[in-house]
C-alpha cells in the first residue's frame, strides 16, 4: 500500500509520500516514491506515484530517458501538457504489461501525482488515472491523495484553504495527515518525504525525509496529541437529555438541557443497502 | 452506509450512531439505527446496527419480541451470553435470507455493535460480525466500529483511553469521529444518535439526537475547527533541508537545519504489489 498527497496553495505546494512497498503481508521493503524533474528557472515537476512499484519505475525510467535528452517533461510549456505527457507513458507502460498481468489477475493500478510549475505560469497539481487521464486540483479542492486516502483526510479537510494556508501550515498538515494514516495502516511507513515549493521558486529548495524515529517528527506527533486532548477537554459540554425519573449523576448547575429524545424518527426500510463485510480479526 | 461507533473505558460506554440509509445514490432514507433494551437495575443494552437494513430490522424485531416475553436479552447474565444471543439471531436471519439475497448477488452483510452491563459485572463492549461470532472490546483496543469506518479512526486512536478518558471526553469524541466522517462521506448522515452511559447506572438516563443544524453541533464543529488550525499553527516550524546554492527564502534566522536527504534510499522493487483503484471523479 502507498499515501501520497499532494497540496496547492496561492503560496505554491507541498507533497508528501509513504515509503513503504509490499508484496503480501510478508515482503515489506522501502522505496521513495517522490521522483523530482527540474530546469531550474524554467520548469519543475515533482511526482508522487503509485500501484504496482514494477509499473511506476517503468514509467519514471521512461520519463527520465526523455527528460534527459530535451524531450518530454523537458520541453512542456504547461502543467497541463506535463500532465498529458505522464498520462501518454502511463498507457505505454499498461501497452507493455497490462495483458500480462490481467493474465494472472494482477491489476494494472498505477497513479500518479504531478505537482510543480512552468515558468510564466501558476504551479499546478494534478492526479493522473491509471488510465492515463488527469485530474487537475481546483481552489475549492486544493489537495488530492492516492493510496490508503481515508484516515488522513479529516485533518485535511478541516484545515486546508486555497488562500490562507501558509506553505509552513501545510507542510504540517501533509505531516499529520501522513502520520496518522501509518498510525492506522502498517502498510503505509516510514521514511515519510515531504517537499515544499514556494511560487515563482522554479528550483525545488526545500525537501526533507523523515524516518520513523526522527526527532522532529516524534515531537510533532507528541505535542500533536497533546494539543488534540486539550482541544477535546476545551470544546463545550454535550448537554445530554436526561431520561425523566432517571437518577442524576451529579453535575455542574446548568450544564443540562431538557432535549426531547425523537423517538418516532421515521423508519423508512431501504431495501438491500448493499455494504462492505469488515474483515474478521484473525 | 453507515457508521457507528463504540467507546467503553473505566468510567462507561459511550455509543454513537448516524441515521442515514441508501440504496444506490438516488434512494436516501434516515433510519435510527440505536436500540435500547433496559431492566433498569438488573441489565442495559445497546445495539447500534449496519448492513442491509432490512435484515438488522428482522434482527431487532426478533430480539424485541423474545425480550418481551422476558427471555433473550431479558435473562442472560453476562454481556458475552448477551451477545452469544445477538449472534443467534443474526445466524437465524441469514437462516431465512441469505440464499435469497445470493442468488441475485446480494450479500448478507449485518453488523452488530453492543456495549451494556449485566448488574454485578463491568460495562463491555462487542462487535458481532456477520457469521454471528463475536468480538470483545479491550483496555487496549477500548473502541469498535462498523460501516465506514476510516474517515472517523484517526480522532480516536489519537485521544481514547480506557483508563484515562472521562465519559464526557469520550462523548466529545465520538460526536468528532462522526461529524468528519459525514463531512468525507455524504452516504453517512445525520442525525447522530449519541448515548452514555455511566458505569454501574444500570439504566439508560443520557440520550442525545442531534440534527444537521443543531445549533450545539455546528458550535461544536466550529470550535474544533478553530482549536485545530491554532493547534497546527502551534506546532515546531518544519526544518527543512535547503538545496546547496539555492536562493533561500527569507525566514527567521535559527529555523534552518542542514538535513542530508537521502537520495540513494534502497529501491528494492516489491513485485506485483496489487492496490486498489481510484473511483475515478464522474
Known amino acids: 500500500m502507498t499515501y501520497c498527497l499532494g497540496i496547492v496553495t496561492k503560496y505554491g505546494l507541498v507533497m508528501a509520500s509513504d515509503s513503504r512497498t509490499n508484496a503480501g503481508y510478508d515482503q515489506i521493503n522501502v522505496c521513495r516514491k517522490m521522483h523530482t524533474f527540474q530546469q531550474p528557472g524554467q520548469r519543475v515537476f515533482v511526482l508522487l506515484t503509485s500501484g504496482s512499484l514494477s509499473c511506476t519505475q517503468s514509467i519514471i525510467t521512461l520519463l527520465q530517458r526523455d527528460f534527459d535528452k530535451g524531450k518530454g517533461l523537458a520541453e512542456v510549456t504547461s502543467m497541463y501538457d506535463a500532465a498529458r505527457i505522464i498520462g501518454d507513458q502511463i498507457r505505454a507502460v499498461a501497452d507493455k504489461d497490462r495483458a500480462a498481468l490481467e493474465k494472472d489477475n494482477?491489476?494494472?493500478?498505477?497513479?500518479?501525482?504531478?505537482?510543480?510549475?512552468?515558468?510564466?505560469?501558476?504551479?499546478?497539481?494534478?492526479?493522473?488515472y491509471p488510465q492515463g487521464n488527469p485530474l487537475q486540483a481546483t481552489e475549492e479542492s486544493p489537495y488530492l491523495q492516492i493510496g490508503e486516502t481515508k484516515y488522513g483526510r479529516p485533518i485535511l479537510d478541516r484545515g486546508i484553504r486555497f488562500d490562507r494556508t501558509s506553505l509552513e501550515d501545510a507542510a504540517k498538515y501533509a505531516l499529520l495527515s501522513l502520520d496518522s494514516t501509518m498510525r492506522s495502516n502498517v502498510t503505509v511507513g516510514p521514511p515519510i518525504d515531504l517537499l515544499a515549493y514556494n511560487v515563482d521558486a522554479l528550483q525545488f529548495t526545500h525537501q526533507r525525509r523523515f524516518t520513523a524515529d526522527d526527532p522532529d517528527l516524534v515531537k510533532i506527533r507528541m505535542r500533536w496529541e497533546q494539543a488534540l486532548r486539550q482541544a477535546v477537554q476545551r470544546l463545550p459540554t454535550i448537554r445530554f437529555r436526561i431520561a425523566p425519573g432517571a437518577s442524576e449523576p451529579a453535575?455542574?448547575?446548568?450544564?443540562?438541557?431538557?432535549?426531547?429524545?425523537?423517538?418516532?424518527?421515521?423508519?423508512?426500510?431501504?431495501?438491500?443497502v448493499v455494504q462492505k463485510q469488515p474483515k474478521q480479526s484473525a
Open 106 to 128: 494482477l491489476h494494472f493500478n498505477v497513479c500518479v501525482l504531478l505537482g510543480g510549475q512552468v515558468r510564466g505560469q501558476e504551479p499546478q497539481l494534478f492526479m493522473i
Open 251 to 272: 453535575r455542574p448547575e446548568g450544564e443540562e438541557s431538557i432535549e426531547l429524545v425523537d423517538a418516532s424518527a421515521s423508519e423508512t426500510p431501504a431495501e438491500q
